[in-house]
């Protein structure tokens, strides 16, 4: 699974990093236009041999430049081309700045951003689809489920008791307690989740809603064990302050 998502995000990525390339040839080549006029005319036949060799070398002509201004976009060793050319010619400030600025900077966070924001919409996309996948997967557990419904339902009311849950076949009981991941005392918590009315009794469609609950909620179990806890307890401290006259507000 996860070489799938770095395959998948490295495909996902293609047509950023084409539309990153293209925009860095047409900086890059803007750029070197200027450097032809700033740079090359201006230094290459400059009084100091140090200034004109690196002209030469670097700036020549309009492909050496662009090469040369490449080096911005991953910052490889770019003091040692501008510094010594601003300590020539102080003007060229403003040409490298811009340059460091939008290249250096700007361009690779603003890139590093698109993708970083299209893994985690193809992430948003994953979550989604798992999720319609766990609710089709559901679909065909139903005949399954009224099977158990039935093999629990000993009086054949339509009604499940807390009794009846704990006296369930071994069968059945082992597999809501897969669902629950716990043991034996996961029955009673089992069967509070599914009585949301709190009546003591379940029906068919209580039990198909909980048990959907259990196998399609992206929340662990343990958290809806414990919210359901919460809500009985407070569903009992309410009748305790009724008891007691005590009136408290839990909104």
């Known amino acids: 699974k996860t ?8 495909l996902g990525s293609i047509g950023t990093m084409c539309y990153t390339m293209s925009l860095i ?6 750029f070197s236009c200027m450097a032809i006029e700033l740079i090359t005319k201006k230094m290459r036949d400059s009084s100091n041999p140090a200034i004109a060799d690196l002209v030469n070398n670097n700036f020549s002509d309009l492909p050496t430049t662009m090469l040369t201004l490449l080096q911005f976009v991953s910052m490889d060793s770019i003091s040692s081309l501008y510094f010594p050319l601003i300590q020539e010619d102080s003007v060229l400030i403003v040409f490298f700045f811009p340059l460091i600025l939008i290249v250096s900077i700007s361009l ?3 890139v590093t951003a698109v993708i970083v924001e299209g893994a985690i919409e193809s992430g948003k996309k994953d979550r989604e689809a798992t999720a319609r996948y766990k609710q ?16 629990i339902d000993q ?12 006296k369930a076949p071994e069968t059945v009981r082992l597999e809501l307690l897969d669902y629950m991941q716990g043991g034996e005392e996961s029955l009673e918590e089992l069967f509070d989740l599914l009585d949301v009315d709190d009546s003591g009794e379940v029906d ?13 909620s992206d929340a662990p179990v343990e958290l809806i064990r414990v919210l359901k806890l919460l809500k009985i307890m407070r569903k009992q401290l309410g009748g305790i302050e009724t008891r007691l006259g005590v009136t408290h507000d839990w909104e």
Do not use: H, S
């Open 3 to 10: 070489l799938w998502m770095l395959v998948r995000g490295l």
């Open 25 to 30: 040839f047409v900086i890059i080549y803007m």
């Open 108 to 110: 690779m966070n603003l």
């Open 136 to 151: 089709y997967d559901f679909k065909k557990l139903i005949p399954k489920m009224r099977k158990m419904f039935k093999e």
């Open 155 to 166: 009086n054949e009311d339509n009604l499940l008791t807390r009794d009846e849950l704990l």
């Open 204 to 216: 068919i469609d209580e039990f198909f809603d909980g048990i959907a609950k259990l196998v399609n």
